[in-house]
């Protein structure tokens, strides 16, 4: 599985806090071995304007959301519930 970030996704980490940052590539490490994990990533689909896109836990109320394409995986957001579900 190859993983790849978006533009979007690399501007919008770049304003995360150091500790979002930090827990966002332990999410990933987590992700690359299991991506469905359910207790701690809680992958799920998206619905909506969002659909056909999934969602997993970074921390708290952060969340990043990612499409899949081919077998490779693509981030393309990451923030809280309230920026990402508008």
């Known amino acids: ?3 790849f970030t978006s533009k979007k996704f690399d501007k919008m980490f770049k304003k995360c806090l150091q500790e979002i940052k930090e827990k966002f ?3 990933l ?5 299991n991506k469905h994990s359910p207790i701690i990533l809680n ?3 998206l619905s909506g ?3 056909g896109l999934r969602s997993i836990n ?7 959301i ?3 394409k081919s077998g490779d995986i693509i981030f393309i957001a990451i923030g809280t ?3 990402l579900y508008k």
């Open 49 to 51: 304007k969002l659909k």
């Open 1 to 3: 599985m190859n993983v």
């Open 81 to 83: 519930h309230s920026q």
């Open 58 to 64: 970074v921390s708290g109320d952060y969340r990043s």
């Open 43 to 45: 992958n799920h689909p």
């Open 66 to 68: 990612f499409e899949e």
């Open 25 to 27: 590539i332990e999410r």
């Open 29 to 33: 490490k987590l992700f690359k071995d």
